[in-house]
């Protein structure tokens, strides 16, 4: 592949949460044209989508602009997705692996090369990513910023993750291919966990109550760092089936047997 050579690869998706200033959509766009990414998605935006002002920051990368789609959450804008990486400083509340851009960019490379669809998800510019969001990713990128200053715009965290995945198209690195069958899309892992803490729910995992939202986010953790591939979520849903369905025969089984028991105890003779 010479040096100007597209790629035949597909780049990351880039999904921006609760963006704030139609200036930062536009210079984000302009460096995903910079370095060859092309699908931004937009979560929950504060002023609504489309903003006039994009288009002028952009400067020219409208193809970027024309094609972004609008999602009300995080779930949702990553649902296709088989591989995602939260780009955020590492967050103590949850236990993933975590990655350089640079790091991020080649298992990007390898999933993509692997037939995957792959995202790299930013936070907006106050408040950054929610650990329920980033227990839904594969792992964590962290740029390796000096401590001293750590004042990172949004434009500049998706230029160095862009721009390590574009070295790695131009320099065209045999791909490492997987050798275990590909991770299921996030829709079907979303869907195992949410089935998982329904039943935990009924059957009063999640004690204390206020602590359901901690609990829920460290088993999509755990799990999510199995990397199930869509035979193994149906077999794990079928656990969960089989183990909610067992627990309703108990229950029933001892219902009647309480039933039984107050129906021979003989009654209390009437007073008078």
Known sequence: MSEHTPSPLTPPVVILDRSQLADNIGSVA???ANFG???LRLVNPRDGWPQERAWATASGADWVLDGIKVFDTVADAISDLNVVFATTARPRETRQPVRTPRESARVLYDETASGLKCGLLFGGE????????IALCAGITTIPIDPRHQSLNLAQAVAINAYEWRTLILDAPPPRFREAEPPAANELLIGMYEHLEAELD??????PPEKKRSMS????VMLGRASFSEQEVATFRGVIHALAKGRGRVLAKLAAKAAAENKDQPSKPSEG
Do not use: I, K, P, Y
């Open 30 to 32: 302009r460096v995903m």
């Open 37 to 39: 990414l092309s699908e």
């Open 126 to 133: 106050r408040a950054g990513l929610e650990t329920s969001d």
């Open 202 to 207: 009924n059957g009063g995992f999640f004690h």
């Open 217 to 220: 986010q460290n088993l999509r």
